[in-house]
């Protein structure tokens, strides 16, 4: 079995000041490991957002540990949690949050550019990652000119293009038909295969289980059961 990835050890998250103030993750546990795809579900309010934002160094917890690429964060300042999350986190997020003046290429290229990749490998790098998602003929095509699962399509290759150890993709089927939602989840399937990478997708779609390795239940902040998934023949990623 393969080390973790991105570890959470009894994660503790309060949220908000005074009477707003809400604990969102009630001593979390949990571990991705390279060469799996986990779900993470639960109702609304319970936490998912909250951890997947934690595990990512989005937000810092405040209690516990988190482990990414074999390191704790504890004690990393704001510079040094981005500087981490840079090296070992790609981002996956319902919105795409794609650029609408870049094309395709230049959207994937950002995430190089932020770890200072910015000469012409980059470039090729960004239409190789393009490519391995099955879009190597939309390379020059705006957001505006790509269909939602197509733009999703261009938000993965942008997770992946620095080759991250931690894949954390927050409702990525929600804005997308069943035919979209299928064709990105075997495309995440597929990506899970590298066992120097760990997929997990925050979902309520009950749809998408049987991508799964692993599914993980949180409600009111805490874990409250973990199963094996019933992952299907993954598919071929599609090649240009």
């Not at 510079?79 to 959207?107: C, K, M, W």
């Not at 990478?197 to 309520?204: D, E, I, N, T």
Request: hydrophobic share 40%.
């Amino acid at each position: 079995m393969t080390d973790p990835v991105v570890e959470a050890i009894d994660v503790v998250k309060w949220l908000g000041t005074g009477a707003a103030q809400v604990q969102a993750l009630k001593g979390v546990s949990l571990a991705l490991r390279g060469g799996e795809l986990m779900l993470l579900m639960g109702p609304s309010g319970s936490g998912k957002t909250t951890l997947l934002s934690v595990l990512g160094c989005m937000l810092t917890p405040t209690g516990g540990t988190v482990r990414l690429g074999g390191r704790s964060t504890e004690g990393a300042g704001p510079e040094e949690l981005a500087r981490i999350r840079r090296e070992h986190v790609g981002f996956i997020f319902q919105s795409y949050h794609l650029f609408p003046t870049l094309t395709a290429t230049d959207n994937v290229r950002l995430a190089l550019d932020v770890r200072g990749e910015n000469s012409a490998r980059a470039v090729t790098k960004a239409k190789d990652a393009l490519a391995m998602v099955g879009l190597a003929h939309k390379t020059n095509a705006f957001p505006l000119e790509l269909s939602g699962g197509e733009q999703q399509r261009v938000a993965i290759a942008r997770a992946i293009v620095g080759h991250p150890s931690a894949v954390l993709a927050d409702e990525p089927t929600a804005s997308l038909d069943g035919e979209n939602g299928n064709a990105i989840m075997k495309l995440l399937a597929e990506i899970a295969k590298d066992s120097s990478r760990g997929v997990l997708v925050v979902a309520h779609d009950t749809r998408i289980l049987p991508f799964a390795d692993r599914v993980v239940h949180i409600e009111d902040g805490r874990i409250v059961s973990e199963e094996r998934g019933t992952r299907e023949e993954r598919g071929s990623v599609r090649q240009a």
